[in-house]
Structures are given as C-alpha cells and as structure tokens.
C-alpha cells in the first residue's frame, strides 16, 4: 500500500475540526444533485424515445413495398398481393426474419353522423394483419374480422373521433369515399382504441380491406402497398435491398410489367425520426452543464479540504515528501466524497426512476407528448458507463487544482495555529 493512500485513508474529510464540515456537506449535496439530474435525463429521454419509436414502429409497417408508378390515382397504386408474397417468401434466407405480410389498402374518407363529420384515411387489412398493439390499446370492444368471407363493415375507431362524433361501441356510421363520384358504405364500430399518437388517432379508423377493394372495384388480391413487419430492426436498410432485389428477381423471371418500390419505416416517418435524434442533443447539452456544475464543486471541495490542512502540508513537506505525493493524498481524500456523492446519486436518482417507471407519479398531457405519463428506461450498460463517465471526468478534474499544494511554502505554515 502506498504512503499516499494509508495516509488519505486515516484522514477525514472535515479533519479534527467541524468548521468545514457544512461546506463539504454542501458541495456533496451539489455533486449528489447534479448526478440524479443526469440519471434522471438518460433515463427519461430513453424512455422516451424508446416509447414513441415502439409506436411508430407498431403503427406502421417496418418495410412497404408499394408499386412504383406516378399514377395519383388509387387504381395506379395498387400491388397484386400474390406477386409480392411469392418474391418475398421465396428466399429461405430472409423468410425466418419477417413477423408478418400483410396486404393493407388506404383511402381518405368522411365519418357522417347525423350531427357531425370528420374527415379520416380508412386503413383497410386482411387477416394477417398485426393487430396486437392495437389489441393492447383498445379501451372498449374488440378489433375487427378480417378473415375472407366476414362481414367487411366492421371498423375501429380511435377514443378521439369516437368523443368528438358522440360514437359508442356497437353504432353504425355512414363512410363516404370521394373519386369521381361519392360511394358510400354503412359500417358498424365493434372496437375503440386509444394509442395516445395524435398522428395516427386523429387520422385513422381500421377495418375490413374487402370494403377498399369493392369500392375500388379491385379484386380480393389487390391493395395499396404490401406492408412487412420484422421480427429484428437491426438491418432495415439490408433487408429492404433484399426485399427489391428479390421483387426485381421475380419481376424479370415472370417477365412482368410491374415495378416496385420499397421503402423503410424510417424514410416513411423522417420527421419524427429526426425529431427524436434530436432530443440526444438535449441529453449532452444537460450532462455537460451537470458536470461542469459538479466539477466546479469539487473543485471548491478540494480547495477547502487543502486549506484546513495547511500545517500538515508544511510538516510533510519538511519531512521531504514531493508535491505530486501530497497531491496524491488530497487527490485520494476527495475520492471519498466522489464515491459516496455517486452511491448516494445512483440510490436517489434510481430510485426515482423506479417509483416512476411503476407508479407514474409524474404525468403528462397526452395531446402534447403522446403519453399520459414520463416514461422511463433502465437501460444498465448505459448507466455504468455514465458512472464511470462522472468518475473519471471527477479524478482529471482534480489533477489541475491539487497542484496548489506546490505553493504552500513549510515556513509560512507555522502562523497556522
């Protein structure tokens, strides 16, 4: 054991008189403070981010392949269901990594009821379509059957339009689809789901793709765009090629006339995708001043615990121990109050985030953020390397400050009594 380190550790931080001791207890309060704010920040803005991309990512389809004419019209946008589903599930390498295929169908519409209207995009799917988020969602009724042969005027509302149109579980409602003529189709609400997406709440009612195709006159294989969800996200951009290239396979080997498109959920969401990446720079922005705040503090912290020990400086130095040896015992000492400012951070500023994570004490508007409350992710790894990130910024911040003791001169020490 080193002469620094056995002295540093039959020292205390007050030393033998208590005059210091509110000062070192303030400055631990400081740096105590400044580590739950950035545990706090990580945590909230990861769970934040990890909550709306779990929704985007839910909402919408991972991959779209999609026809590639410029066609504005429905019927110039269209994808025959069994071409795709026979390119994509056809190659043995990228079969085991899709969840689901689906065939979905959109068209904007009106919601008439005798009082009101709102205008909405009808999604239509068929039956093997995911509709397990929404399946957690819904607050009353059930998600429509969408199985060949079952009654297509089932839909789903959002709790939004269904407060907005005085709508109930088990009503009929009037949908009309605008082309070159009005088609209107009677349809029946057996769900009422609420996302907290105002995206997707305010916009969307989901139901049968059967209704789409009859007002399109399409046959039951046709639809907008083949939506492809996947069980791993890693490698979006490697799939879609994957998923082109087999289409361009298959596309030449039946000599047809179709190209497709495909495009990935983040190219079809780049705003919020952009939004998100953003709030990282919020989280710097944050641990930086957090830190600079704490290494201010601990800069106060060791010059206070330097100058309370003046006399023993001197004596040291008369005895013939180097500046950089009594540094290291300053340097040693402060590092008590480093760690038990970091445990006492990491307790409180976990422990918050708990309480949070399984009470939601903390609420929020849903209009505004898209959750009714601050969500929170314990992401360990990234924790400890936060930790050992405070640590070490801790220890280079003191190198520079304990070289005071090299100007402390062991005959001026003696007016210290």
């Known amino acids: 054991m080193k002469a620094e380190f056995f002295i540093a550790r039959r020292l205390k931080l007050s030393g033998n008189s208590e005059s210091n001791a509110p ?25 934040f981010k990890s909550e709306v991309m779990h929704k985007i990512y839910s909402l919408d389809s991972h991959l779209k392949v999609s026809n590639a004419g410029l066609g504005i019209d429905d019927n110039y946008s269209t ?8 390119a994509v599930l056809g190659d043995p390498s990228l079969k085991p990594r899709i969840e689901s295929m689906s065939l979905i169908a959109e068209k904007p519409a009106i919601l008439k009821t005798d009082d009101d209207f709102k205008g909405i995009v009808y999604r239509g799917v068929d039956q093997y379509y995911d509709w397990r988020y929404l399946k957690d969602n819904l607050v009353a009724g059930r998600v429509p059957n969408c199985k060949d042969g079952a009654d297509n005027r089932e839909i789903i509302i959002s709790k939004y339009m269904a407060q907005q149109l005085q709508l109930h579980v088990g009503d009929k409602i009037f949908t009309y689809f605008i082309d070159n003529k009005v088609k209107m189709r009677r349809s029946i609400i057996v769900g009422i789901y609420n996302t907290d997406f105002d995206a997707f709440d305010q916009t969307y009612i989901v139901g049968n793709i059967s209704l789409l195709q009859s007002v399109n006159n399409w046959s039951s294989f046709t639809g907008n765009y083949v939506g492809i969800n996947l069980n791993q996200l890693g490698s979006l951009d490697n799939d879609c090629y994957r998923v082109y290239t087999d289409l361009c396979k298959s596309m030449v080997a039946h000599n047809s006339p179709t190209l497709y498109q495909v495009t990935q959920i983040k190219n079809n969401n780049v705003s919020y995708f952009t939004w998100l990446g953003m709030l990282d720079m919020n989280v710097a922005i944050i641990l930086i001043l957090m830190i600079i705040v704490s290494s201010f503090t601990l800069i106060a912290a060791l010059l206070m615990i330097v100058l309370e020990r003046i006399k023993m400086v001197g004596m040291l130095k008369a005895m013939g121990a180097t500046n950089r040896s009594i540094s290291r015992i300053f340097i040693y000492l402060t ?22 994570q ?3 004490i903390v609420r929020l508007n849903a209009d505004a953020y898209y959750m009714s409350y601050v969500p929170i992710s314990i992401d360990i790894p990234t924790l400890l390397l936060l930790n050992v990130g405070i640590i070490v910024i801790s220890y280079l911040t003191l190198l ?3 070289h005071i003791v090299s100007t402390i001169k062991p005959t001026s020490t003696m007016q210290f009594e």
Not at 23 to 47: E, F, P, R
Not at 337 to 354: C, D
Request: hydrophobic fraction near 60%; glycine fraction near 8%.
């Open 335 to 356: 590092s008590k109050l480093i760690v038990k400012s970091v445990i006492i951070g990491n307790v409180v500023g976990i422990g918050l985030a708990l309480l949070q």
């Open 358 to 360: 399984h009470f939601h």
């Open 79 to 86: 994808v025959d269901a069994h071409d795709v589903f026979n």
């Open 23 to 47: 000062s070192l207890n303030v400055a631990m309060i400081g740096i105590v403070l400044a580590i739950v704010i950035m545990i706090l920040s990580v945590v909230i803005v990861t769970g």
């Open 400 to 402: 520079a400050p304990s």
